[in-house]
């Protein structure tokens, strides 16, 4: 392990938005070819629009200010893109060209661009559709920095439209998450790839490449790792048949 200085964190007021979001878009993508055999898996289409697209519209109706966004895979045509297409919020790319460092590492690369207060994480493959209320400022609503390092949107394994695992996390009437899934057993809730993070989480690291889940399970070890329940529709586009069972659902509102 790696042992790095320690920011001091600077809160997010309570309620409100956190102001950066780290747009994780560098992965390979393999499970969509061949669709990805001549474009990055964020600049997929699905009802008309980049799936990367589908992600700062969500960012800026929430109101987040800053994207950090990294890049590996055909990282041209996706910087270029985001260049063209991204209106409204500023966009930092952290390039991993030479490495792809998964999540964990993603974060950890970009840590001095995150900077010292709680921070929004999506995958830039993630397509949801908003409940009665914005999903990230329920997010935001929900972040007490006192107890929470993590704060995870989860969807009901039932509700996980074309998600083909057995679920992710269990959670407690609180919203504290008390464990991943058993083997040979389901979860009831799936991670949907929005979370708010807080620096503190930036620590400790091991060399190289490694997942996001290090972090949450110290966390949750910790007690300091909670989930929410998204109120609407979301989507696991991960091959290209999901794109059109997930445009049919679309469609029909």
Same mark, same amino acid.
């Given at each position: 392990m790696t042992a790095k200085k320690t920011l001091a964190i600077r809160p997010t007021p309570a309620g409100a938005?956190?102001?950066t979001a780290m747009v994780m878009a560098a992965g390979l993508g393999k499970r969509m070819r061949p669709l990805?055999?001549?474009?990055? !898996? &964020?600049? #997929?289409? *699905?009802a008309g629009k980049a799936l990367i697209d589908h992600v700062f519209d969500r960012l800026r109706s929430a109101g987040v200010k800053r994207a950090i966004v990294n890049v590996h895979y055909m990282a041209d045509a996706l910087e270029a893109h985001l260049r063209n297409r991204v209106k409204g919020i500023d966009v930092v790319v952290s390039d991993e060209r030479k490495l792809l460092m998964e999540t964990g590492g993603g974060i950890v690369q970009a840590r001095e661009l995150i900077g010292? !207060? &709680?921070? #929004?994480? *999506?995958?830039s493959d993630n397509?949801?559709?908003?409940?009665?209320?914005?999903?990230?400022?329920?997010?935001?609503d929900q972040w007490d920095d006192a107890k929470m390092d993590a704060l995870l949107l989860m969807i009901p394994l039932a509700r996980a439209h074309n998600h083909l695992g057995l679920g992710d996390f269990r959670l407690a009437a609180d919203g504290r998450i008390t464990g991943w899934r058993q083997p040979g057993r389901l979860a009831p809730f799936v991670y949907t790839g929005v979370q708010i993070l807080s620096p503190r989480?930036?620590?400790d690291w091991p060399e190289g490449p490694f997942s996001t889940r290090l972090f949450w399970e110290r966390t949750i070890e910790g007690w300091r790792a909670y989930g929410m329940v998204h109120q609407g529709l979301w989507?696991?586009?991960?091959?290209?048949p999901a794109?059109?069972?997930?445009?049919a659902i679309l469609a029909d509102g």
């Open positions: 938005v956190p102001e990805t055999a001549t474009r990055p !898996k &964020p600049l #997929v289409e *699905v010292d !207060k &709680p921070f #929004v994480v *999506v995958n397509l949801w559709v908003d409940g009665p209320s914005d999903a990230i400022r329920m997010l935001a989480v930036i620590r989507f696991d586009v991960g091959t290209p794109i059109a069972a997930t445009e």
